[in-house]
């Protein structure tokens, strides 16, 4: 079945910094991913989405990369802030069944 | 962007008794579904909670131990049976219908459950 995990646990950044996060994925028939936010206590926010026909796309500081290849997918935040420590998650759709199946989540902590 | 609240936010139960978790969404919406995060963790699907039938449950969760309604396309609910220790999670009801083409899911709060 679809996995979907993640390399780090933990990253620290420094404020101002660019923060990478990255995902991998294991059931290429994903037609699309999307990354989460989570801050303390509250419920996952969306940040960005992705189309598995696509190999980047850019929002407001941040970019997400698809790398199909290698089943690999980031996150990246520019200047990061302290508002951006949170948990991300990225997680994989699977049209068959419209079910989102989450990864493992890394927790961001922005030093100031 | 769909408005979910849940109820309660945050309980502390008692072993072996049950507790029904609230889903209130400000628009109708086709798709509903529930997901547990235990301590610490990632978001695991429950179910999908289909208005008018039955639940469609994912491998590992049963309808005995968490059955859900869906009255209606605003409104569903998630009762935890039998409680143990290990139903201590944050139960997080989802809504699906972005306007977006890629049917972003949005999410509540989450209930915090404790189970002594």
């Known amino acids: 079945g679809e996995s979907v995990g993640l390399h780090l646990p933990t990253l620290s950044v420094q404020e101002g910094d660019n923060s990478i996060i990255n995902c991998a994925y294991s059931?290429?028939?994903?037609?699309?991913f999307i990354w989460y936010k989570q801050e303390s206590g509250k419920g996952p926010q969306f940040i960005i989405d992705?189309?598995?026909?696509?190999d980047k796309r850019q929002g407001q500081r941040v970019t997400v990369l698809l790398n199909k290849t290698v089943k690999h997918l980031s996150l990246q935040i520019a200047a990061t802030q302290p508002g951006d420590s949170a948990v991300y998650f990225c997680?994989?759709?699977?049209?068959?069944?419209?079910?989102?199946?989450f990864g493992g989540g890394t927790r961001v902590l922005v030093k100031p | 962007s769909a408005v979910i609240s849940q109820k309660p936010s945050r309980d502390i139960c008692q072993r072996g008794t049950s507790l029904t978790i609230q889903c209130q969404v400000d628009?109708?919406?086709?798709?509903m579904f529930w997901y547990r995060q235990q301590p610490g963790q990632s978001l695991t699907l429950i179910a999908t909670?289909?208005?008018?039938?039955?639940?469609?449950?994912e491998s590992g969760f049963v309808i005995d131990k968490f059955p859900i309604s869906r009255p209606n396309l605003t409104f569903s609910t998630l009762t935890v049976s039998n409680m143990s220790p290990e139903d201590s999670s944050i139960y997080l009801c989802?809504?699906?219908?972005?306007?977006?083409?890629?049917?972003?899911?949005?999410f509540g709060e989450g209930s915090r459950l404790t189970v002594l």
């Open positions: 909670a289909n208005q008018g039938s039955e639940a469609t449950y």
């Open positions: 992705i189309r598995s026909n696509m």
């Open positions: 059931n290429s028939a994903s037609d699309y």
């Open positions: 628009s109708q919406v086709t798709m």
């Open positions: 989802s809504v699906g219908g972005g306007a977006k083409n890629t049917g972003e899911l949005f």
């Open positions: 997680a994989g759709h699977l049209a068959a069944g419209n079910k989102l199946t």
